[in-house]
T-cell receptor, first 114, second 114 residues
């Protein structure tokens, strides 16, 4: 079955610490990959996306993610987090098909302490 | 604001009542999606429209749920005879055509069934 796993459910970091959030998907075909962020009280916003090409993609606010096809992974990274990065982060996969629907992971709640 | 708009933002209803939510997508987007998000979970796909045609429905969408998108513009999601298990955040998203596109999400309608 098509699924997305985020293994870190709740992460607490101090400002300036480095961040890596794991995301694994279940299917070996051609996929489009996304990270969305939801700040408190706001809607889901796109952080970055991978469709094809360079497996290291850069997004907004200093985030990046690396697509490793052999590991079915798309981990999110940021070298130095800020208090304003406190939010919930969702990995999502488009497995293809006519609808382009997204399969989401369960999310990772990141709390950055000042 | 030209993003995806949803209303109402919050809805409290008594069990057994019918409720209807509205989504106004980004105007040039022909694809529209409804997702449901419960506490501690990522959004789960409910249904998909391409223009006015409803092309896919998840098995999560019981026969108490119906969605429409008349004229391919705004969409409504109706839940009849609500149950406590329907309490969730209902998200609408839209995108333009093609696989390599991103979905834009609205702020959601939070439904509480008491």
């Amino acid at each position: 079955a098509q699924s997305v796993s985020q293994h870190n459910h709740h992460v607490i970091l101090s400002e300036a610490a480095s961040l890596e959030l794991g995301c694994n998907y279940s299917y070996g075909g051609t996929v489009n990959l996304f990270w969305y962020v939801q700040y408190p009280g706001q809607h889901l916003q796109l952080l970055l996306k991978y469709f094809s090409g360079d497996p290291l993609v850069k997004g907004i606010k200093g985030f990046e993610a690396e697509f490793i096809k052999s590991k079915f992974s798309f981990n999110l990274r940021k070298p130095s987090v800020q208090w304003s990065d406190t939010a919930e982060y969702f990995c999502a996969v488009n497995y293809g098909g006519a609808t382009n629907k997204l399969i989401f992971g369960t999310g990772t709640l990141l709390a950055v302490q000042p | 604001d030209t993003g995806v708009s949803q209303n109402p933002r919050h809805k409290i209803t008594k069990r057994g009542q019918n409720v209807t939510f509205r989504c106004d997508p980004i105007s040039e987007h022909n694809r529209l999606y409804w997702y449901r998000q419960t506490l501690g979970q990522g959004p789960e796909f409910l249904t998909y429209f391409q223009n006015e045609a409803q092309l896919e429905k998840s098995r999560l969408l019981s026969d108490r749920f119906s969605a429409e998108r008349p004229k391919g513009s705004f969409s409504t999601l109706e839940i009849q005879r609500t149950e406590q298990g329907d309490s969730a955040m209902y998200l609408c998203a839209s995108s333009s055509g093609g696989r390599n596109t991103e979905a834009f999400f609205g702020q959601g309608t939070r439904l509480t069934v008491v």
